[in-house]
């Protein structure tokens, strides 16, 4: 498995590099993104790099990703993990634009990148938060095998163990 650039039937998940992180953060648009892409939760994450800087060495592959549609060439979301594993666990996140929806690419993306996880040695669990009433984003998760842990009042936390 190629660990820099992920795949999946219908989708491409490379690393975001540091050229999408300026783009984002200057507001430009780069060729092959989908009308509506970037979405705020692309914003946080490229403004978040680019303020702490991108993920190297092993921990890159950890890093987000752009989720690309295959036959359309178009960046339409993101997925990846918050950091390399803490004590065997990592947190995935994920996010479609709304053009993309309901095709079930956040479903294939999520399922390539934690199986990605659950292959590398130091990884014992992924978990994800989802915010309250988020019921799509509940089924995404439901469907690659997570289940639910705990609740606060803003978010709800979902576990898949992997091995022990």
Same mark, same amino acid.
């Given at each position: 498995m190629d660990v820099l650039n992920l795949a999946s039937q219908r989708l491409l998940l490379p690393l975001i590099t540091a050229d999408d992180v300026a783009a984002i953060v200057d507001g430009r648009?780069?060729?092959g993104w989908a009308?509506?892409?970037p979405a705020e939760g692309d914003r946080e994450?490229? &403004?978040f790099l680019a303020r702490t800087g991108m993920p190297s060495g092993p921990d890159a592959a950890f890093g987000p990703r752009l989720v690309v549609e295959r036959d359309s060439g178009l960046t339409v979301g993101s997925v990846g993990f918050h950091g390399p594993p803490e004590n065997g666990r990592v947190e995935v996140g994920y996010g479609l634009v709304e053009s993309h929806r309901g095709r079930g690419y956040a479903t294939e993306a999520v399922r390539t990148t934690v199986r990605f996880a659950l292959d590398h040695p130091a990884v014992t669990e992924v978990v994800a938060s989802v915010d309250v009433g988020n019921a799509a984003s509940v089924r995404v998760l439901q469907k690659n095998g997570f289940r639910f842990r705990s609740r606060t009042d803003s978010e709800e936390l979902y576990v898949l163990? &992997?091995?022990?």
């Open positions: 648009r780069l060729p009308e509506d892409f994450i490229a &403004g163990p &992997g091995r022990s």
